[in-house]
C-alpha cells in the first residue's frame, strides 16, 4: 500500500494554499479545486491514487500529469464561512518547479512546495486574518447575490448565456458554470457535517488540463457499456445498469456527462449537464457532438482531424493494455473556444493568398478565417476511482485481455466524429 494511505504527517510550520473552485468541471460528483493556475485537486480515493502511481508508461500521455498528494482542511469564521486550505505532508517543501518529461517516472513529477506566492498562501501560525477575512467577505457577498439563481441553474439541463464582450471571457465563467459550483458546495457541506469526527483530508494532485485555453471548451464523456465497479453494492451496480440501458452507453459505449461550450459567433455560453447527456439518443448524442466543434457560426472543422487522431492513438494504446478495466470512468475533450480572426472575401488579393479554404456558414454572409498557428486540442482520461487491473493484489476479481466496453465506446467516438468530418465537406 502507498505511503500516502498511511496517517498524515503534515509539516508542523507548513503555509497553506487557499483552494479555490476550479470554474471548468462540467462533471463528475467528485468535488474539483484550483490549487494554482497549472494544478488542480481532488479527494484522494485509494483505488485512483493507486492508478495514477503505477499507470504505464505509454497511458501517461492520456492522462492529467499526477503531482504528489497534500492535506485539506477547513477553516469556520465568525459567520460560519468555510474556505478550504491545503498543506504540504511532512517533507514535501521548498522548490516549485516541475520538470515535464513524459518519460519520466512519476514520483519525478511530483509537486514541491513553494512559499514565494504570497497572494495564495496562508500560515498555520500566523494566518492573515484581515486578508482572509475580506476575502471571504466578498466570496458571501457573490454567494448571497447568486443563490437565488444558482438553486435554479442547478435544476436546468442545458443553459445558454450572452457574454459581454467588452469584459474578460474568462473570468465571466466563474458567474455561469453551476455544476462547479454544485460540487464544491456539495463538498463544504460534507466536511462540515464529519468536522465533529475529523477536520483533515488528503487531496491528490493533477494537472489543470484547461490552464493553457484562454476559453475552454470541455466535453466529459462517460464512456464504456459498464460502469459499476467490481465493488459495488448490488442496488449499486442494478442503479448504474438502469443508467446505462437507459442512455446511449448500451448502445455505443459512450455518453454524455457534461459540457461547456463558448460559441463565438453567437457570444453565448453553453452548458449541458449529466442528466440531459442521458436522455440523448444516438442521434442526440451526435447532435450535441456537432454542436461541441460548433462556433455559433461555423463548425470548427480543423479540430476535427487532431480530435480523430488522438482517439484513434488512445484506442490502439488501450487494445495493448492487460487486465485494466475503466469503470465511470470518463475521456475530456478540450480546444480553446476564442474566437478566431476574420477577414472579408472582398480583401485584396494578396491578403487572402494563405487563407484556409475553410468559410464561415455561408448563410451569415462572405467570411474566412486564417488560423493562426496549429489548432490545439487535447483528449485525456480521467476519473479511475473504479478501476482495476490485475497489478491491484487486493482485488478479489480479476479481469483479462482488454477493456472490450472502453474500446468499444471509442469506436463509436471515432465512427460519430469521422461521420461529422464527412458530412461538413472535410
Not at 499507470?55 to 477553516?75: C, D
Not at 441553474?153 to 467588452?166: F, G, I, R
Not at 466543434?293 to 463548425?299: S, T, V
Request: hydrophobic share 30%; glycine share 6%.
Amino acid at each position: 500500500m502507498s505511503p500516502a494511505f498511511r496517517a498524515m504527517d503534515v509539516e508542523p510550520r507548513a503555509k497553506g494554499v487557499l483552494l479555490e473552485p476550479f470554474v471548468h468541471q462540467v462533471g463528475g460528483h467528485s468535488c474539483v479545486l484550483r490549487f494554482n493556475e497549472t494544478t488542480l485537486c481532488k479527494p484522494l480515493v485509494p483505488r485512483e491514487h493507486q492508478f495514477y502511481e503505477t499507470l504505464p508508461a505509454e497511458m501517461r500521455k492520456f492522462t492529467p500529469q499526477y503531482k504528489g498528494v497534500v492535506s485539506v482542511r477547513f477553516e469556520e469564521d465568525e459567520d460560519r464561512n468555510l474556505c478550504l486550505i491545503a498543506y504540504p505532508l511532512k517533507g514535501d517543501h521548498g522548490i516549485v518547479d516541475i520538470v515535464d518529461n513524459s518519460d519520466c517516472e512519476p514520483k519525478s513529477k511530483l509537486l514541491r512546495w513553494t512559499t514565494n506566492k504570497k497572494h495564495h498562501v496562508l500560515e498555520t501560525e500566523k494566518t492573515p486574518k484581515d486578508w482572509v477575512r475580506q476575502h471571504r467577505k466578498e466570496e458571501k457577498m457573490k454567494s448571497h447575490k447568486l443563490e437565488e439563481e444558482f438553486e435554479w441553474l442547478k435544476k436546468s439541463e442545458v443553459l445558454y448565456y450572452t457574454v459581454e464582450k467588452k469584459g474578460n471571457i474568462s473570468s465571466q465563467l466563474k458567474h455561469y458554470n453551476p455544476w462547479s459550483m454544485k460540487c464544491h458546495q456539495q463538498q463544504l457541506q460534507r466536511m462540515k457535517e464529519n468536522a465533529k469526527h475529523r477536520n483533515q483530508y488528503k487531496f491528490i494532485l493533477l494537472e489543470n488540463l484547461t490552464s493553457r485555453y484562454e476559453v475552454p471548451c470541455v466535453l466529459d464523456l462517460k464512456m464504456g457499456t459498464r460502469q459499476h465497479g467490481d465493488d459495488a453494492s448490488e442496488e449499486k451496480a442494478a442503479n448504474q445498469i438502469r443508467k446505462c440501458q437507459q442512455s446511449t452507453s448500451a448502445v455505443i459505449g459512450v455518453r454524455v456527462c457534461g459540457m461547456q461550450v463558448y460559441q463565438a459567433g453567437s457570444g453565448q455560453l453553453m452548458f449541458m449537464n449529466k442528466y440531459h447527456g442521458r436522455k440523448l439518443s444516438v442521434q442526440g448524442f451526435k447532435e450535441a457532438l456537432f454542436q461541441f466543434f460548433h462556433n455559433g457560426r461555423y463548425l470548427r472543422r480543423e479540430l476535427l482531424g487532431p480530435v480523430l487522431k488522438k482517439l484513434t492513438e488512445l484506442k490502439a494504446v488501450l487494445e495493448r493494455q492487460e487486465s485494466y478495466r475503466f469503470y465511470s470512468s470518463s475521456l475530456l475533450v478540450i480546444y480553446d473556444g476564442k474566437e478566431r480572426p476574420e477577414v472579408v472575401l472582398d480583401s485584396d488579393a494578396e491578403d487572402l493568398e494563405d487563407l484556409s479554404e475553410e468559410s464561415a456558414d455561408e448563410s451569415a454572409g462572405a467570411y474566412a478565417y486564417k488560423p493562426i498557428g496549429t489548432s490545439s486540442v487535447d483528449v485525456r482520461m480521467i476519473d479511475f476511482a473504479h478501476t482495476t487491473c490485475r497489478l491491484y493484489g487486493e482485488d478479489t476479481v480479476v479481469h483479462e485481455g482488454q477493456d472490450a466496453g472502453y474500446i468499444f465506446g471509442l469506436q463509436s467516438l471515432i465512427d460519430i466524429v469521422t461521420e461529422i468530418s464527412e458530412e461538413s465537406g472535410e
